[in-house]
């Protein structure tokens, strides 16, 4: 059964509309867009110049509310992101929101941030809200962390924590495009540089997105492949098809994850069920930042994303 609404739903046209902008990443679109769906965050790593950054501006483009950027140093201070207690001479101190009051924040080289500022964020990202000088104040919904990471720099950089990592809900990993797509993105930019400033984004309605989140929610899953959600996650842990490799396992925050990007998936697709195709889709950006191999998997060659490609093979849906 389809859904002919929801093709034709603002929230379900926003894959189209950021992927128009960007050359051969029509994958990282529909990430975005299936994190925003679940009420999630995403991670996204690769080389520089690879339009991570114009992604996520172009999703802002056609969302409501007001959003941030964060530009990662070592010299970060949680308060630069959180915001802090401002004095004025007229009503005393008064509190100044830090970026993290945006409904789209965009965290770029993330693994530049220290330690004390990665906590912060995990807060956010964990429990939707902030808390400076004992008091906790509640973000904006929707509230949604895109990050960013450089995987070839490693000199000043703080790896993310597994406790951090464990909070994106989706985890991309992106290369360099081919020729014929390096190509289409040297055309791309000489167009836009010769023509006239496009017209701003139609933006889509607080109350669209939300309506569209309680429709993902009703989006059925067949105990048959809930089942098969949980046996790819149990293929990581003691006694699993590739657990002996594996040194910490997925948790149950990835069942649940990739049972939400499953629901999101088939509802962008004008289905009112998931199928085994939306799983296998997604299992990898979902699961595979939540494992840590062991030390003999990794001197082997071995990859987080390659024990859970492996896990598929061996974990069939029915």
């Known amino acids: 059964m389809t859904h002919s609404s929801t093709i034709s739903h603002p929230v379900a046209r926003l894959t189209r509309d950021v992927a128009a902008g960007l050359v051969g990443h029509e994958r990282m679109a529909e990430r975005l867009v299936i994190a925003l769906l679940a009420g999630g965050h995403v991670l996204l790593e690769g080389p520089p110049g690879i339009a991570k950054t114009r992604a996520v501006k172009r999703l802002a483009g056609h969302l409501p509310g007001r ?47 220290p330690p004390k500022v990665q906590s912060a964020l995990l807060e956010a990202m964990a429990e939707h809200q902030v808390t400076t000088g004992g008091t906790t104040r509640p973000l904006p919904d929707p509230f949604m962390v895109v990050a960013t990471q450089n995987p070839i720099e490693h000199e000043g950089t703080f790896p993310l924590p597994e406790a951090q990592m464990d ?49 993902v929610a009703q989006v059925h899953l067949a105990p048959a492949l809930k089942d098969y959600i949980v046996r790819l996650v149990m293929a990581t842990r003691a006694g699993g098809a590739v657990a002996d490799r594996i040194e910490h396992p997925v948790s149950p925050r990835g069942t649940l994850a990739l049972a939400a990007a499953t ?31 062991s030390w003999q998997a990794t001197s082997e060659g071995c990859t987080p994303r390659s024990l859970i ?5 061996k974990v069939r849906p029915w």
């Open 67 to 113: 959003h941030a950027r964060i530009q990662c140093t070592p010299d970060l201070l949680p308060s630069d992101l959180t915001g802090t207690q401002v004095y004025r001479a007229e009503d005393g101190f008064s509190f100044v929101p830090g970026p993290l009051f945006h409904s789209l924040v965009l965290v770029d080289e993330i693994n530049r941030a």
């Open 167 to 215: 909070r994106f809900l989706l985890h991309l990993h992106l290369d360099l495009p081919g020729a014929e797509d390096e190509r289409a993105i040297l055309d791309l930019v000489e167009t836009e540089l010769l023509a006239p400033p496009p017209p701003a984004a139609e933006l889509i309605a607080e109350a669209d997105i939300h309506a569209a989140r309680r429709a």
């Open 263 to 293: 629901r999101a998936r088939a509802w962008l697709r004008g289905r009112d069920h998931g199928l085994p195709e939306d799983v296998e889709d997604l299992a990898t950006d979902a699961l595979a930042h939540r494992l840590v191999p």
């Open 309 to 313: 490609a492996e896990a598929m093979e």
